[in-house]
Nanobody, 126 residues
Framework: QVRLAESGGGSVQAGGSLTLSCAAS????????MGWFRQAPAKEREGIAA????????YYADSVKGRFTISQDNAKNTVYLHMNSLKPDDTAMYYC???????????????????WGQGTQVTVSS
């Protein structure tokens, strides 16, 4: 079992920045792939960034590429999402997810992950 706790959400004006954190605990050795997803009201959950912790490979959705960066601190079992140039369309609940690496699946899909955090709200005003 892996437990995930997100933090760092809040309200920011368009063009601003936020950094989200996701701290993993429990059987973290099984969580060598971690991802960030977001879900806006009445929309499907969207995978936006993922990292394979063993070799630091990263994956991004086109909607955030060049603006968001995923990184990790292995010593703290924590993954970060650095968000720059935020837009009102980035407003959503942001979720962290984790699971074992699966080469047969794309890590920006919800089906990849069995472990999820509770989410942290990000609101971007114009």
């Amino acid at each position: 079992q892996v437990r995930l706790a997100e933090s760092g959400g809040g309200s920011v004006q368009a063009g601003g920045s936020l950094t989200l954190s996701c701290a993993a605990s429990g059987n973290t050795y099984t969580a060598n792939t971690m991802g960030w997803f977001r879900q806006a009201p009445a929309k499907e959950r969207e995978g936006i960034a993922a990292i394979y912790r063993d070799d630091n490979s990263t994956y991004y959705a086109d909607s955030v590429k060049g603006r968001f960066t995923i990184s990790q601190d292995n010593a703290k079992n924590t993954v970060y999402l650095h968000m720059n140039s935020l837009k009102p369309d980035d407003t959503a609940m942001y979720y962290c997810a984790a699971d074992r690496f699966d080469p047969m699946r794309w890590p920006l899909t919800t089906a990849y992950y069995n472990f999820w955090g509770q989410g942290t709200q990000v609101t971007v005003s114009s």
